[in-house]
């Protein structure tokens, strides 16, 4: 079946650097492409989305990559701070009832 | 954050016996979405919603049922509970975007 899947299942930087995760998907037909982070013990919260007609979106700290030839999404967090400890979630948006399909997730660490 | 509350919030119970999550919102979303996360997959979607009493089946719906007889309230019930359900359930909404909000999880351990 058609799936999201990420690249890197844990990812370490050092705190100040930028950080990159990486996620691969093959329903083209999907109109969104969201990231997500969870912490410990929490539910998802949303971090930024990318319209599919867009190559890419910056919001605070954070840069989507859409790369439509090779169906890959990226984020990137520049100057990671330890709260940015976590696990991170690429998903697509489908369907009328704007369905989520979630990616398998990598976790960020990030060294002092 | 949406006002998004889900009870149990743990909640240990025997094989055969069924189960009842409620979640509860306090935004007046239309969508509401039940996941369940375990180990080594993301978040699965089991049944969503599109408005009072319209549901339909996610990707792992089976042994699972839900309702929403009220805007603010989407129940998830496990019929006859098995060891495979032990999981992490999410609770989400939508007001119809692209943005979904989630709520703290039940953590359902299934013995």
């Known amino acids: 079946g058609e799936s999201v899947g990420l690249h890197l299942p844990t990812l370490s930087v050092q705190e100040g650097d930028n950080s990159i995760i990486n996620c691969a998907y093959s329903?083209?037909?999907?109109?969104?492409f969201i990231w997500y982070k969870q912490e410990s013990g929490k539910g998802p919260q949303f971090i930024i989305d990318?319209?599919?007609?867009?190559d890419k979106r910056q919001g605070q700290r954070v840069t989507v990559l859409l790369n439509k030839t090779v169906k890959h999404l990226s984020l990137q967090i520049a100057a990671t701070q330890p709260g940015d400890s976590a696990v991170y979630f690429c998903?697509?948006?489908?369907?009328?009832?704007?369905?989520?399909?979630f990616g398998s997730g990598t976790q960020l660490t990030v060294l002092p | 954050d949406a006002g998004i509350t889900q009870s149990p919030r743990h909640k240990v119970t025997e094989t055969g016996t069924p189960v009842t999550l409620r979640c509860h919102q306090t935004?007046?979303?239309?969508?509401m979405y039940w996941y369940r996360q375990d180990p080594g997959h993301g978040l699965r979607l089991i049944h969503y919603?599109?408005?009072?009493?319209?549901?339909d089946k996610g990707e792992v719906s089976d042994g699972y049922s839900v309702s929403r007889s009220k805007t603010e309230d989407f129940l998830l019930t496990l019929e006859s509970a098995t060891s495979s359900q032990t999981s992490v359930y999410f609770c989400?909404?939508?007001?119809?975007?692209?943005?979904?909000?989630f709520g703290p999880g039940t953590r359902l351990t299934v013995t």
């Open positions: 989400a909404t939508s007001a119809g975007a692209h943005e979904q909000y």
């Open positions: 329903n083209s037909a999907s109109d969104y």
């Open positions: 990318i319209r599919s007609n867009m």
């Open positions: 998903a697509e948006l489908t369907g009328s009832a704007r369905q989520l399909t």
């Open positions: 935004e007046n979303h239309r969508y």
């Open positions: 919603s599109y408005g009072v009493k319209d549901t």
